[in-house]
């Protein structure tokens, strides 16, 4: 997913294309080891703009993805939509310190700018960076799903499984009913 620098005319130029997860090293290692299954392709839609010695890409991820819910364990599928702005640059401009009036040296990532070198940047990282952070932590099949009973492992999604509610720790049982009158 190498973009060239040079066909990014003044009026911009429209990215359009779709990968397999495996062109994704990080995506084709989750989906190896069981973590999700993308189910299509990842689709890229957006437009590369040069602005100020700086190329600015606007757009979005589309893919969808196959899930195992963190509550249940049930399969389930869901469509990722993920928009983005990244921002290239060949070289890291140069600000002014204030105080003593020499420059500062700020990093790539303090800036929030991605370096390139050539006459070619890379987006694959990107791509695969926003995929990534657009995933659950914790997937839920449905917001309301009720998970899996702690004593029989039934799905409670499928009915009640008619096991008696955890009874907990009867050590501070006394102390359930203990009152305390606050005096001022």
């Known amino acids: 997913m190498q973009v060239r620098v040079d066909d990014i005319?003044?009026?911009g130029l429209a990215l359009d294309f779709?990968?397999?997860?495996?062109a994704f090293p990080a995506l084709a290692?989750?989906?190896d080891e069981g973590e999700c299954v993308f189910v299509a392709p990842i689709c890229v839609g957006g437009r590369a703009q040069k602005a100020s010695g700086l190329i600015e890409i606007e757009g979005e991820v589309r893919t969808s993805l196959r899930l195992r819910c963190s509550r249940c364990l049930t399969e389930f599928s869901t469509p990722l939509h993920v928009p983005f702005a990244v921002a290239?640059?060949?070289e890291l401009p140069s600000?002014?310190?204030e105080e003593d009036g020499g420059e500062v040296e700020l990093t790539a990532e303090e800036m929030g700018l991605i370096t390139y070198e050539g006459e070619f940047f890379e987006l694959?990282?990107?791509i695969q960076e926003q995929v990534i952070m657009a995933l659950p932590l914790q997937p839920l099949c449905r917001t309301d799903c009720r998970g899996l009973c702690?004593?029989?492992g039934a799905d409670l999604n499928e009915g009640d499984c008619g096991c008696r509610p955890p009874v907990?720790?009867?050590r501070f049982g006394a102390l359930r009913d203990l009152k305390i009158n606050k005096k001022d």
């Open 18 to 22: 779709c990968e397999s997860a495996q």
């Open 150 to 152: 702690p004593h029989c």
């Open 88 to 90: 290239f640059a060949e």
């Open 29 to 31: 290692e989750m989906q």
């Open 124 to 126: 694959a990282d990107v």
């Open 168 to 170: 907990f720790n009867e």
């Open 9 to 11: 005319k003044d009026e």
């Open 95 to 97: 600000i002014a310190d």
